[in-house]
Nanobody, 125 residues
């Protein structure tokens, strides 16, 4: 599986962006898709995840709850991260990743076996 993230850019505080993650090759509908981010000089952070279960359960880091929404379209092999009310502290390179586990551990990067290249999100006035 190859993943490609896109949709990053420069946005003012309070603005919105939608990140996309396109998968190519075989990817099961049971794969979970996660979004991670890494700001300069900081450790990577698991931002959000959507499970491969039938109920497509979701996880959000406390720092983005209520502002970010993750979704997926299995038919198109796409996943999305809608980011609203962006803050300067959201500035980071964002990565999407796929896990063969239905509900992976977002703190264990080894649960994710495919990673896309990052897309830079900059929130600044």
């Amino acid at each position: 599986v190859q993943l490609q993230a896109s949709g990053g850019g420069l946005v003012q505080p309070g603005g919105s962006l939608r990140l996309s993650c396109a998968a190519s090759g075989f990817i099961s509908d049971y794969y979970a898709i996660g979004w991670f981010r890494q700001a300069p000089g900081q450790e990577p952070e698991g931002v959000s995840c959507i499970s491969g279960s039938s109920d497509a359960s979701t996880y959000y880091a406390d720092s983005v709850k209520g502002r970010f929404t993750i979704s997926r379209d299995n038919a198109k092999k796409m996943a999305y991260l809608q980011m609203n009310n962006l803050k300067p502290e959201d500035t980071a390179v964002y990565y999407c990743a796929a896990s063969p586990f239905v509900d992976p551990d977002m703190s264990d990067y080894a649960d994710f076996d495919s990673w896309g290249q990052g897309t830079l999100v900059t929130v600044s006035s």
